[in-house]
């Protein structure tokens, strides 16, 4: 199975040296080939009361059930403009939906989003901006040659991208200005009509480190709860470097908030403390995370929050308040619910997240 998978997705290649310094990522709005685009900006270790920063669009629909904002199949819509941009202060107005088309000048490289939204440049220099009455923004992104591949099909099906960016300007949340200056990442993504991918479950918990680094943990699952990919991505902007693991990567939930059912009609329980680790013969990787239960609904089908945490890279030791967090869980409840053995957790690769359900919030 994994054999298969590294063949159909040739990320794991990509992200080895020196190859990840030579991609040429594309950037653009939906085309006759690709007719879903994903353009996200993420800013981790934000000062109180944002802690993060998100800024996520998604130009047509995919049919993968983790991107299916609307539970019904049937509301696929390559038409559709779904934006979310939110932080951890209370909102109400992080997501829209639209029935309208993107513009794209390609003189000035100028996407126009719905009404008020705007991404201006190419790599390696963007500006994103948004007017909105709870949140506002206006950012400089310059990115750097750190990229990380996420995916990359064959056959040009579906690729996405990850690159390490500084992030400067202001964000403006009910009036109040915050000035930014932060380690952020850059993504885009983008993917042909096709029947059916049947990602069920996606983690991804992103935070800054002193000097200058950042690290991604990532989690993949299908609709049958088996893993398609358990990475963790160290970035180093001051080394110009990047290491990948995706050995014996483990995703652990300790513990969940009630269930909820989204906007869109799902079943879902979202973590209230976490854990990632990771060891080999040269790194060992672990973080605690607890989350501040700031979910915003609107990242596909599922929601983006910030955590607290504990970070231990070999022998170094961190803690922070402004880790940023998406979860998304599409699985039947029964995986979702399902406990394991313990000692078949710690020895299997792909062992299943533990959910303890809470009675009281």
């Not at 719905?114 to 007017?131: C, H, I, M, S």
């Not at 069920?200 to 398609?228: C, G, K, P, W």
């Not at 922070?320 to 998406?326: I, L, N, R």
């Not at 979702?336 to 299997?348: F, G, L």
Request: proline content about 4%; overall charge neutral; glycine content about 4%.
């Amino acid at each position: 199975m994994q054999l298969f998978q590294d063949f159909f997705d040739q990320s794991k290649q990509l992200n080895q040296a020196p190859f990840y310094k030579q991609q040429k990522i594309p950037f653009h709005t939906p085309t006759e080939k690709y007719k879903g685009i994903l353009i996200a900006l993420k800013v981790p270790n934000l000062p109180a009361p944002l802690h993060y920063l998100n800024f996520f669009v998604q130009l047509g629909q995919v049919n993968v059930p983790i991107l299916q904002h609307a539970h019904n199949k049937s509301a696929l819509d390559t038409k559709k403009i779904h934006l979310m941009s939110s932080c951890s202060a209370r909102m109400v107005g992080q997501f829209e939906a639209h029935q309208k088309d993107a513009t794209f000048d390609l003189a000035s490289r100028h996407i126009h989003i719905a009404d008020d939204a705007d991404v201006f440049g190419d790599f390696p220099n963007f500006q994103f901006q948004r007017e909105h009455s709870e949140l506002r923004l206006d950012l400089s992104v310059q990115s750097s040659d750190i990229v990380s591949c996420i995916t990359k099909l064959r056959m040009g099906m579906a690729e996405h991208w990850s690159v390490l960016s500084q992030c400067q300007g202001q964000v403006a949340y009910k009036g109040q200005v915050y000035n930014i200056n932060q380690l952020g990442t850059l993504e885009f993504a983008r993917a042909r009509a096709f029947p059916h991918f049947p990602l069920a479950f996606y983690s991804m918990s992103m935070l800054n480190l002193r000097n200058d680094r950042q690290l991604i943990f990532m989690q993949l699952r299908d609709t049958r709860n088996q893993i398609v990919q358990s990475r963790i991505y160290l970035r180093d902007l001051q080394a110009n470097t990047q290491q990948m693991f995706d050995t014996a990567v483990y995703f652990r939930i300790h513990r969940v908030y009630p269930k909820i059912t989204t906007p869109s009609g799902r079943n879902m329980y979202l973590p209230r403390e976490f854990e990632w680790c990771m060891q080999n013969e040269n790194m060992q990787i672990r973080l605690q995370g607890q989350s501040r239960g700031d979910f915003k609904f609107g990242l596909g089908a599922g929601y983006a929050g910030s955590f607290s945490y504990q970070i231990q890279l070999n022998e170094q030791l961190e803690e922070g308040e402004g880790g940023y967090s998406e979860y998304i869980d599409c699985r039947n409840l029964n995986w979702q619910e399902h406990q394991q053995d313990q000692s078949v957790r710690m020895t299997q690769a792909d062992s299943m997240p533990v959910l303890v359900k809470n009675s009281q919030n």
